[in-house]
């Protein structure tokens, strides 16, 4: 009992070094994150304050430079949203010509009860050419055929248009939560508006510990430096 009992803690004590000593790993990783994203939006600050001082504007240099990151999300969330109203316009080309809007004009007719023989949609019923052959002879026949297929189809695509309206939406009218004034200066003066960005999307994609880490070690550089500035000066 007594060596299960000993177990049992040693088991527990290495697990707490591993999780220690992952987390230094973490934030040692952050750091050096946090260092390329400060060197960047430096040597980008430098460089416009150069060319100022040379009276040399082109448009390489200009504070474009330093929102790089931000424009290219920018221009590929526009992206995503002409991709959505091109896929929108082809699915309302295709399958609903007599409507503008065919995902609600569809959802309106199953609404009030409308059967597809009235409204047309995905006709349930038709009539199919079938070659028969007989003894010495091809005979080509028109039947009825049931196409009870389009019954799914009809809600397949439903629920397809309606994804692609809601991603639209959520893609058009999502926006960055601008930062908290306390810490305003410390992002637009030193970091920069891609370092915002970047702290975001990894937040998005990466989780909020990882961008808290992250922030942390660019924090810990601005302070360094604020105290060196204020050692110089002194």
Sequence with gaps: MQAIVDATILTNKVGEKRYLKKRTKIRE????????ITYV?????????????????TL??????????????????????????????????????????WGFGVL???????????SGNFPRVTFCDVTIRE????????????????????????????????????????NIKPAEKEIDDFLQNSAGKDAITVLHLVSDNAGELVAADLFAALWRIFQERKKGMQQIRD
């Design 41 to 57: 939006m430096d040597f980008n600050r430098r460089k416009n304050q150069y060319a100022k001082l040379m009276g040399k504007l």
């Design 108 to 118: 309106n007719d199953l609404i009030h009860g409308r059967e597809w023989s009235v």
């Design 135 to 174: 003894i010495g002879n091809t005979n080509r026949k028109t039947v009825q055929c049931v196409l009870m297929i389009n019954m799914f189809n009809e809600k397949i695509f439903l629920a397809l248009w309606f994804w692609l309206m809601a991603l639209g939406i959520l893609t058009t009218f999502y």
């Design 29 to 36: 990783n952050s750091f050096v994150n946090a260092q390329q």
């Design 60 to 101: 390489r240099a200009t504070p474009l430079r330093q929102i790089y990151v931000t424009a290219l999300y920018l221009f590929c969330k526009c992206l995503n949203v002409l991709n959505i109203i091109v896929q929108l316009y082809l699915l309302n080309r295709f399958l609903g010509m007599q409507y503008h809007l």
